[in-house]
């Protein structure tokens, strides 16, 4: 760092500023002597500011002109001025990219002049950037191969190259195995005979042999049918008839969910004199706190308590006679329902028609009841099972109003989706079991804190 | 005692069924994945007759399967593979964390699949098994194929669908094996006949679409992943049975398939040579009665299935051309649309050669002179009455009658709707008087059309009963003039003979049952009439409304 550049930091010691030590005297011109051989004393003592000033000089000189302005020749510097100069032809008009600006051409921005270089030196070059540690071995190498393809030899590195088989670019493999391909090859599954590959027992142990499916998994889950025609009310032009019946259904169906509806609603409902008026509230409030009705009732309460709560007797021992009667009295009840009995299996010989007639009778109830149940099962077979949480919620019935039906099938606007309908079905013949999207359940409790700003103002 | 006494949940049912969690942690597979294993194996869950008995007591509701089905789980293959994906997802997740993306792709380029074929074999050892389950699997696949390609669902399965829908439509096209069309307000119904199999499936619309929230994409997903396998081997097998090449071989790709206009390449190009036909004998129990059934049966397939046969026709823009070229194709016809609506047409609109032109529009702008212009439903009518129905109801601008369903099998005494019933005049080969109100024909048809004994006979005894009275009066007209004329001949008419002894036989095995058998027959009558009485009133309700909107339409037109 220069000296002069230095900042002086005691403003004493700066130019213009008389000493405080103001040497007035001219007799004592005694200076200090100060020894210049050590840099720092040199530095400190000398004063190089004209040399500085010559030097900033031309460094000027040489940004804004590019070089010494003694070197110019003279036409750089001076023109002769003869007059007015002509004036040039117009211009044509360029044509503009981008904006247009009538007449005006446009000018370059303002940070773009701020970022160019402003002085007409270089910047200096970057000497790293062009050197190789290895320059030399490198041109040495180009030019023996350079050579060598001049005499028309092919070392062998090219050679094995030129050699090596183009590569197979295939198909990743994932894709075209994955069962979604939409290319994939099919083949007759059903035609060809298995072939023996070898024997069964070594099959299965080795886990080569798939097992055999149980003849129970054959069986369909349900009688209905895969594909349920609607009726022919549901037709895009529906037939009167037809859709007024299947009007009817949908209303039966919206009939039975009002119902239930109101059903629930009465069972709600509270008789509007049950609820509470102020009277009955403060009746309510009241109540065992006035203490003259209190005295009144406590006496009737204690007599009533006097009366004889139970006449539990304790019994005596059975006496002989007591014994010996009961005895009699049994085997008399025993013999007349022995002669009962008898009586009654005598009779039942004149009775045959009508025990007949209610065994007949009995006889048909059970079938009755055996026919009743085959329904039934029957008619369970055609429901969808019960198979988990959820029950089978059937879908709405699809069905147009009279007002919404289209007259052409160009106007006609579907009804439901096929999507819902196929999963249904899939759900009502016991594919599937009935399920909800699940939840999200969070582990952990979220907190909910205020913000600092808000809770001050809180 | 010692040890040997019953315990309670240890025997029986009891030990039979297994909760679903239970057996989840017995496989050793996370619950999605468990899911997945059951729908491709085909082991669906089971509800025990006695729950309390099964779940030890307590009546929760849980979800049961058959021990041995889970039992047999424990030996699939793809267990294995299961478990190797949820290794995958582990390695790939921790790459990608570690941000090594090398690793990334290496690992995906690996990635663990699995195959169905094993399973198809098992669950259905013969073709036949395989056709009767491919209602389910067509509904899925057409369903899928009209989902849009956002990436919800796998975009290669979506693709995978449309390409077997269409493989499918080309063949019910090359086999003729449509019968029945019904468009209901949920999508368009279709029923074939392969293989003497009867399928019916299901196709959206092609513009409706909202994506309910309720339902599981996945389990979807999973039986699509079944349904396209089964698919695919059916298609592969269904093609070689007609001697055609599969995968379909047509010059441009899916798309030109898709367009269902050409017909597909077959394997071995023969002359197609005419059978020389056989001689039927009747087999072994059949009367010749129902040989001859059955021969007319045939015949009448036969015609169905050239039920368009040399009839071309031309698709407007705004009719749903898929639907509408596969139907027309199936039966014989030849069917072309627009250039710009899809590739594949195969004649423009100023053929003049065509003979139907298909709009949906009120009117047209220009009209060709040798073309019918009517209504798509003609289409779909035509196919299900099995003949060529009168094109002058379906003109545009025409009130269409209305679209019947052929999926209802109407019983004896049933309400039989007067088109219906118009439409089966037609094929029996009655031609409706042009220019008549067609109430009064309806009114008469379906008097006609009334199979109750009694009121056969009474109207027969009216007849004769007014016919005698003619007579009568013709008699005493004829006294005056008395004249020998020559004697004509009653022209006995042997099929109203045949009725009247048929009925003259029931008569009398009538009078000669027992009181029981009266008493139940008189039953079977009182309630088979009350069904006629009803169809009657309804009949008579059409009559009042169609009364009342013509009375409506008319004093429109007077005002």
Known sequence: MAPGRRLKRVVASQPGFINLKSTSDPGSGRRKRVNKNKKKSWNKHSDINDVDAFLEDVRHQERTTGGLLSEKSDDSLFFLDIGQPKKPEPKVAEPVEGKKRKGKTSRPLRIDLILQHDSLIQPPKDVLAYQQPNAKKLRRIGQKAEQLAAKGVVPRRQKQLLNRRPVNRTAKKAVTEANNNPDRDYYDIWGQESKDQGDSWYLQQTGKKLVKRPEKLNEKPSVLPAVEVIAPGGSYNPDFFSHQALLQEAHKVEVKRQKEEDKIERQLAVNREDTATEETILREQVEGLVEEENEEEAPPNEEEEDVAVGAISLADKKTERQRKKERADKIKAQRRLANRRHNDQRQQLFQLRSIKASIKQQDQKTMDKQTQRKANEEAQKAQPRRLGKLKFQAQDMEVQLSDELAGSLRQLKPEGSVLKDRFKSLQKRNLIEPRERAKFKRRLKLKYVEKRAFREIT | ?559
Request: proline share 4%; aromatic share 10%; with cysteine.
């Open chain 2, 1 to 559: 005692m010692g040890g040997l006494q019953k315990k309670k949940y240890e025997r029986g049912s009891a030990t039979n069924y297994i909760t679903r969690n239970k057996a989840r942690k017995k496989l050793q597979l996370s619950l999605p994945d468990f899911r997945r294993l059951c729908i491709l194996k085909g082991i669906y869950p089971h509800e025990p007759k006695h729950k309390k008995k099964v779940n030890k007591g307590s009546t929760a509701a849980r979800t049961f399967y058959l021990l041995k089905d889970i039992r047999f789980l424990l030996h699939e293959p793809i267990v294995r593979k299961f478990r190797d994906y949820k290794v995958f997802v582990r390695k790939l997740k921790k790459a990608y964390g570690k941000t090594e993306y090398s690793d990334v792709e290496r690992l995906r380029e690996n990635k663990p699949s699995y195959k169905l074929d094993h399973i198809i074999k098992e669950r259905y050892p013969t073709f036949i098994d395989a056709l009767r389950d491919i209602d389910d699997s067509l509904c899925m696949c057409f369903l899928f194929s009209t989902f849009a390609r956002t990436g919800k669902c796998h975009v290669q399965t979506i693709q995978l669908c449309r390409r077997l829908t269409v493989e499918w439509m080309n063949f019910v096209i090359t086999s003729r094996a449509l019968r029945k069309v019904f468009i209901s307000i949920k999508g368009i119904y279709y029923q074939a006949e392969v293989m003497g199999q009867l399928i019916t499936w299901l196709v959206p619309y092609q513009f409706s679409h909202d994506h309910p929230t309720d339902v599981d994409y996945r389990v979807m997903a999973t039986f699509t992943e079944l349904y396209t396998t089964l698919l695919g081997f059916i298609n592969f097998r269904l093609y070689h049975s007609l001697n055609l090449l599969y995968p379909p071989k047509v010059s441009l790709s899916l798309t030109k398939l898709s367009a269902l206009s050409s017909s597909l390449a077959r394997v071995v190009s023969t002359a197609e040579e005419e059978e020389a036909e056989l001689d039927q004998f009747p087999d072994e129990g059949e009367d010749i009665e129902k040989l001859e059934a059955r021969e007319k049966e045939q015949k009448q397939l036969e015609a169905q299935k050239k039920l368009f046969d040399g009839l071309k026709f031309f698709l407007n823009r705004e009719v749903p051309r898929e639907s509408l070229a596969f139907v027309i194709r199936c039966f014989g016809g030849e069917v072309s649309w627009d250039k710009s609506v899809c590739i594949g047409s195969t004649y423009e609109v100023t053929d003049e050669t065509i003979t139907h032109h298909i709009v949906d529009r009120p009117n047209v702008d220009k009209q060709y002179i040798n073309r019918y212009y009517i209504q798509p439903q003609w289409v779909y009518d035509c196919v299900n009455a099995k003949i060529v129905l009168p094109v002058e109801d379906y003109f545009l601008g025409v009130t269409l009658p209305p679209h019947l369903s052929p999926f209802v099998e109407e019983k004896d005494g049933d309400y039989v709707p007067p088109e219906k019933l118009k439409i089966m005049a037609l094929q029996r080969g009655e031609k409706p008087a042009h220019g008549q109100e067609d109430e009064e024909e309806e009114e008469d048809e379906e008097e006609g059309e009334d199979e109750e004994e009694e009121d056969d006979n009474e109207e027969e005894e009216d007849d004769e009963e007014e016919a005698d009275e003619k007579s009568l009066k013709k008699m005493e007209e004829q006294r005056s003039k008395v004249k020998v004329t020559p004697g004509k001949m009653k022209v006995e008419n042997p099929a109203r003979l045949e009725e009247e002894e048929k009925a003259e036989e029931k008569r009398l095995a009538i009078m000669m049952m027992k009181k029981k058998e009266k008493y139940l027959y008189d039953k079977i009558m009182f309630g088979k009439k009350r069904k006629v009485r009803e169809a009657n009133k309804l009949a008579a309700k059409r009559k009042a409304h169609d009364d009342a909107e013509k009375s409506k339409k008319k004093k429109k037109t007077r005002k």
